[in-house]
């Protein structure tokens, strides 16, 4: 199975950016649909960006639709999550999952994987 560990979050401005990366080991990225959710204190964990295994197909929530780009380098074995113009309610702990499935999913049960999470803190 795969393992993922998520890094780049930290403390940003309104109006600024961030990008986050996933990194797997034990196997490689190219058998998994990817996904990155996020979760503020107090709510539920919430899809924010997926892609599919060849990075030809990705989904985005609505919220962040126009602001946060996922994307997939094989060669690093990584994924990413561009994120511009962050908001205050993008604080959140942002994690990375992987999916078995064949189509770009958006619901937590989908995803078999998941790393830690790592903190991304908007400021007003």
């Known amino acids: 199975q795969v393992q993922l560990v998520e890094s780049g979050g930290g403390l940003v401005q309104a109006g600024g950016s961030l990008r986050l990366s996933c990194t797997a080991s034990g196997r490689t990225l190219v058998y998994y649909i990817m996904g990155w959710f996020r979760q503020a204190p107090g709510k539920e964990r919430e899809f924010v960006a997926a892609i599919n295994r060849s990075g030809s197909s990705t989904r985005y929530s609505n919220s962040v639709k126009g602001r946060f780009t996922i994307s997939r380098d094989t060669a690093k074995n990584t994924v990413y999550l561009q994120m511009s113009t962050l908001k205050p309610e993008d604080t959140a702990v942002y994690l990375c999952?992987?999916?078995?499935?064949?189509?770009?999913?958006?619901?937590?049960?989908?995803?078999?994987?998941w790393g830690q999470g790592t903190q991304v803190t908007v400021s007003s």
């Open positions: 999952a992987a999916s078995d499935g064949v189509l770009v999913a958006t619901e937590r049960y989908q995803y078999a994987y």
